[in-house]
Antibody, heavy 122, light 107 residues
Framework: QITLKESGPTLVKPTQTLTLTCTFSGFSLITDGEGVAWIRQPPGKALEWLAIVYWDDDKRYSPSLQSRLTITKDTSKNQVVLTVTTMDPVDTATYYC??????????????WGQGTMVIVSS | DIQMTQSPSSLSASVGARVTITCRAT??????LNWYQQKPGKAPKLLIY???NLQSGVPSRFSGSGSGTDFILTISSLQPEDFGTYYC?????????FGQGTRVEIK
């Protein structure tokens, strides 16, 4: 059974860097085809895809946020970390990590974490 | 970047009704289109992948169709537990863009 759980600060100040950790079980990020993505959702708004890291350490970022995002994986800890620099109140959102279905020809997010709420305020 | 537009933005239908939600891409995306259901306060749940494939465990009243730029999610007989917001997502372009969502309410 695949599970994912997000962790990180609930409150960050404007201009600070946000670091979120996704801790997962039930799969390994060294296995061919696996991947973990980050998606966020501002209160009352739509989902926004942020980034994905694949088993081979290939990475993709949202073009509109690429300059502020870094995604990394730690296969020994079964974790994926997302950093977001220069946080602003508009970055207030619930941040989700999700598992990429291993056998898919494209990115299909078949299992999601519960999400973690991040508020940006001074 | 590829943009996704869903219609309608919201709908209200009776139990047993047939419901369709459309999703249109600004350029062709082959069949690289997924559908998710999200209930209030919960994480999204995968319903349909690659335009028409039903995710394991999802009721057969849900179905997807389309390719290229136009896609449809159909609920053949709406059930009380089908309330929530439905999102399409393309994974063809550089970004993995979501639509703006369709809110489904039970009358």
């Amino acid at each position: 059974q695949i599970t994912l759980k997000e962790s990180g600060p609930t409150l960050v100040k404007p201009t600070q860097t946000l670091t979120l950790t996704c801790t997962f079980s039930g799969f390994s990020l060294i296995t061919d085809g696996e991947g973990v993505a980050w998606i966020r959702q501002p209160p009352g708004k739509a989902l926004e895809w942020l980034a994905i890291v694949y088993w081979d350490d290939d990475k993709r970022y949202s073009p509109s946020l690429q300059s502020r995002l870094t995604i990394t994986k730690d296969t020994s800890k079964n974790q994926v970390v997302l950093t977001v620099t220069t946080m602003d109140p508009v970055d207030t959102a619930t941040y989700y990590c999700a598992h990429r279905g291993r056998w898919q020809a494209h990115d299909v997010f078949d299992v999601w974490g519960q999400g973690t709420m991040v508020i940006v305020s001074s | 970047d590829i943009q996704m537009t869903q219609s309608p933005s919201s709908l209200s239908a009776s139990v047993g009704a047939r419901v369709t939600i459309t999703c249109r891409a600004t350029q062709g995306i082959n069949s690289y289109l997924n559908w998710y259901q999200q209930k209030p306060g919960k994480a999204p749940k995968l319903l349909i992948y690659t335009a028409s494939n039903l995710q394991s465990g999802v009721p057969s009243r849900f179905s997807g169709s389309g390719s290229g730029t136009d896609f449809i999610l159909t609920i053949s007989s709406l059930q009380p537990e089908d309330f929530g917001t439905y999102y399409c997502q393309q994974t063809y372009g550089l970004s993995r863009t979501f639509g703006q969502g369709t809110r489904v309410e039970i009358k």
